[in-house]
Every structure is written in C-alpha cells, then in structure tokens.
C-alpha cells in the first residue's frame, strides 16, 4: 500500500524563523520526492524535486531526503506571511508496466505570523 | 505557453446529471492526470495517460467516472450520473515523461464541482 503521511498541522512559525516541514512514505521503492505549494483556492505549484539522499538548497529552501529512514523534509529559512500556505509531499514510484504517478500527502497547513 | 487549462472552472448541478470536465494540456506534454482533492481525502490521482492510452485508471471511484483522451491536446472526465459526494475540486496536471525520469507535473487551475 502506498502511503504519503505528513502532519496536517497548522504549524505556525513568527515571520524571519525556519519552517520544518516533514513528510514520510511507505515505499521503499520510491524514487523521486517533489514539495508542492498550495495557496487557498489554487492550484499546487511544484516548489522543489529530490532525487538523491542528502540536501537540495533553492533559495530559502531546502529540500532533505533520508531514503534509509524513508524521510523526506522541505526546511523554509527566513519565513515570510507569503509562504503562508498548504504543502504538499508526493512521492513517486515506477510499477512494472507504468510509466509512474505521484502519491500525495494530505498536506501541511503553515501559518507565518508578521 | 498558456499553461494547462480547465473548463469549465466552476460548475453547479444537480443529482443524476451528466457532467463533463475539459483539460487541455502544455503543448508537447505526454503524461495527463486527473485529481480529485477534498478536505476529507486530500489529493487523489483518479486516472492517468502517457501518449493518449490510459495507464493506470485505478483510482476511479466506479462506474459513474469515465475519462477520454481522444489526442494529445483534450482530455475529458465524465461523471454519469453525478451524485453529490462527487463534489470536489478536480484537476488536470500534465508533464512531460522522458524515460523513467518522472519530470514535474503542472496543474491546471481546477474545476470546483458541486453536487446538489
């Protein structure tokens, strides 16, 4: 069974501090690891992809995978009220005959406080 | 590039209707996806296509969902007949396969969807 669980929160965090958001999934075969940003009433927009075990930076964030404990994290530094919004994990995997699909978590709801 | 788009965005209809949501993904994109997300269930993959041909349609609910992807630019998702624990906001996401490297999915804006 595949499975993407993350905290629903909120988490809410004051303006200027790091977010830690952490997302963990169920199939080991999994390959790709994608953080999705979902503001209220949109659609979710791809903020970062991971393939490797270690740290992906882009910015103010920072993407870390950890396959050996099936983990995968999305830390935002310097937290804004714009980053105010769900974030979505998924996770991917290639089935024999498939050419692959994302999983989702239910997402984590961040609140950033001015 | 437009983006993918969805139509209509918002539709309002009534039990036992038929209703059918359009998708017409970025020029040059060989996968296409529909979603379904509720508070309750989140985000969930109801069918996908890769060059036209249904892949894996696992997670249509029943009987009552069918999808079409007559070519690679239009994709439809019927609901026949609608009930009202169908309503939800569905999106089409599409993206560009190579291989086994699964590239980023962009989604459309959603079809807000309510059953009364």
Excluded at chain 1, 72 to 81: A, E, G, K
Excluded at chain 1, 106 to 112: D, E, F, I, Q, R
Aim: glycine share 8%; proline share 6%.
């Amino acid at each position: 069974q595949k499975e993407v669980e993350q905290n629903s929160g909120p988490l809410s965090v004051p303006e200027g501090a790091i977010a830690s958001l952490n997302c963990t999934y169920s199939d080991r075969g999994s390959q790709s690891f994608f953080w999705y940003r979902q503001y209220s009433g949109k659609s979710p927009e791809l903020i970062m992809s991971i393939y490797s075990n270690g740290d992906k930076e882009d910015g103010r964030f920072t993407a870390q995978l950890n396959k050996a404990s099936q983990y995968v994290s999305l830390l935002i530094r310097d937290s804004q009220p714009s980053d105010s919004a769900t974030y979505l994990c998924a996770v991917n995997k290639f089935d024999e005959g498939s050419q692959g699909n994302l999983i989702f978590g239910k997402g984590t709801k961040l609140s950033v406080k001015p | 590039d437009a983006g993918v788009i969805q139509s209509p965005r918002h539709e309002v209809t009534e039990m036992g209707q038929e209703v059918t949501l359009r998708c017409k993904p970025i020029s040059g994109h060989n996968s296409l996806f529909w979603y379904r997300q509720t508070m309750m269930r989140g985000l969930e993959l109801l069918i996908y296509f890769n060059n036209n041909v249904p892949i894996d349609d696992s997670g249509m609910p029943e009987d009552r969902f069918s999808a079409k992807m007559p070519n690679a630019s239009f994709s439809t998702l019927k609901i026949q007949p609608s009930e009202p624990r169908d309503s939800a906001v569905y999106f089409c996401a599409s993206s560009l396969v190579i291989l086994l490297d699964q590239e980023t999915q962009y989604f459309g804006p959603g079809t807000r969807l309510l059953v009364l």
